[in-house]
C-alpha cells in the first residue's frame, strides 16, 4: 500500500497527442510531447495515489508503479478512458492529452499514391474527434469527484480558459500559454494559470516536473478539505 497525502486515492491522467490516421505511414497530430502528463502521473504517485494513465504516442518511459494503457487515436483514448471510469470510481481524472480536434474522414488501406506531377493533392475531409475531458465531466455515476482540464490557448488566456471550464463541464482548468515563443509545446517548462470552484492563481514559470508537484499539492489539499460530493 502506497503512503502519502494521496493514498487510497485513484486519479486518471491522459497524456500525449494522438495520432489520427490518413492510410498506412501519414497521420494528422500536434506538437505534444506528454511531458506534463507524465510528470503529473509521476508526481501524483509519488503523494501516494493509484495513477491510471492513458497515452498517446510518445517518445516518454512511462512512469515506473502505475497502470498505463496506450493508444494512437482520439476515439481510443476515449474509449479507454470511459471504460477505465467505469470500472474505478476515480476520484480525479487530468485531461492533460492533446486529443487531436477533428480526424480524416476516411482511412485509405493503402498509402495515397501520387499519380502524376501535374495532379491535385487529394481532398482532407475532417470528421470531429470525440472531446474526452467533457464526456467524462457529464454528470454520471461513473463520473470521477473531481475532472480537471487543460486549456492551451495563445491569447487572452483567462478568459477562453474560464469559458472552456463552462462549455465542458470540468471542475477546474489548468490554462497555458502555448502561442509563439512560449516554447511549452514540446518544451520543459510551463507557466501556468489554475482556475478552481473559489480561487485563481497564476504560476511562475516552471518546469512541467515543478507544475506537475503543485497541482499534486493542491489536490491533496483540496481532498483534505470536507467537500460536498
Ligand atoms: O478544447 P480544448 O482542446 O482546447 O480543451 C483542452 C482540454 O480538453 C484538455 O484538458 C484536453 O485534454 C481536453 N480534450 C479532450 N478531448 C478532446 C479535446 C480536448 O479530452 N477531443
Request: charged share 25%.
Amino acid at each position: 500500500r502506497r503512503i502519502g497525502p494521496l493514498a487510497g486515492k485513484n486519479c486518471l491522467v491522459t497524456a500525449g497527442p494522438t495520432h489520427e490516421p490518413l492510410d498506412p505511414v501519414r497521420y494528422l497530430a500536434n506538437r505534444s510531447s506528454g511531458k506534463q502528463g507524465y510528470a503529473l502521473a509521476e508526481a501524483l504517485a509519488d503523494l501516494g495515489a493509484e495513477v491510471t494513465l492513458i497515452s498517446g504516442p510518445t517518445a516518454l518511459r512511462p512512469p515506473a508503479g502505475g497502470a498505463v494503457s496506450f493508444c494512437e487515436t482520439a476515439r481510443q483514448m476515449r474509449d479507454l478512458a470511459l471504460k477505465a471510469a467505469r470500472s474505478t470510481a476515480f476520484d480525479a481524472a487530468i485531461c492533460t492529452a492533446a486529443v487531436a480536434d477533428w480526424r480524416p474522414a476516411h482511412v485509405q488501406d493503402q498509402k495515397i499514391k501520387k499519380t502524376g506531377k501535374d495532379d491535385l493533392p487529394p481532398p482532407l475531409a475532417l470528421l470531429p474527434n470525440p472531446d474526452i475531458l467533457a464526456e467524462l465531466s457529464e454528470p454520471s455515476p461513473s463520473r470521477p469527484r473531481l475532472v480537471i482540464g487543460f486549456a492551451a490557448e495563445t491569447e487572452t488566456v483567462e478568459a477562453h480558459a474560464r469559458a472552456k471550464l463552462a462549455r465542458k463541464g470540468c471542475d477546474w482548468i489548468v490554462a497555458n500559454n502555448v502561442g509563439a515563443g512560449s516554447d511549452v509545446m514540446g518544451g520543459s517548462e510551463n507557466q501556468v494559470i489554475l482556475i478552481t470552484q473559489d480561487k485563481v492563481e497564476h504560476w511562475p514559470r516552471l518546469s512541467k516536473e515543478e507544475v506537475a508537484r503543485r497541482l499534486a499539492t493542491t489536490l491533496a489539499d483540496w481532498f483534505l478539505k470536507p467537500h460536498k460530493s
